[in-house]
């Protein structure tokens, strides 16, 4: 079982920036994927971004172009830098990883609070 422990997370206002991080127990290069997720109060956990194993990278349409997601290999994280935040970003984030067809696994969440 993979183990994710995120952290970064926090009350920014308005247009500000947060940078999550998801470390991880295993050897991020042979997962099929990564990526984070968020969960606002009533709402569905939706997908943020995710990174597969060679690299490519996907985006919710709602956050494109004001978050990056990355990752390095040598210390088995992944990050999601966030910049112009808004009050809409607001929601617990999820770490999520794939490490094979069969498995997964997720983080225990983190608190992102864009308010003025």
């Known amino acids: 079982q993979v183990q994710l422990v995120e952290s970064g997370g926090g009350l920014v206002q308005p247009g500000g920036s947060l940078r999550l991080s998801c470390a991880a127990s295993?050897?991020?290069?042979?997962?099929?994927?990564m990526g984070w997720y968020r969960q606002a109060p009533g709402k569905q956990r939706e997908l943020v971004a995710s990174?597969?194993?060679?690299?490519?990278?996907n985006y919710a349409d709602s956050v494109k172009g004001r978050f990056t997601i990355s990752r390095d290999i040598a210390t088995n994280t992944v990050y999601l830098q966030m910049n112009s935040l808004k009050s809409e970003d607001t929601a617990v984030y999820y770490c999520h990883a794939r490490p094979s067809v069969s498995s997964t696994s997720w983080g225990q969440g983190t608190q992102v609070t864009v308010s003025s």
């Open positions: 295993g050897n991020i290069f042979t997962y099929i994927a």
């Open positions: 990174i597969t194993r060679d690299g490519a990278m």
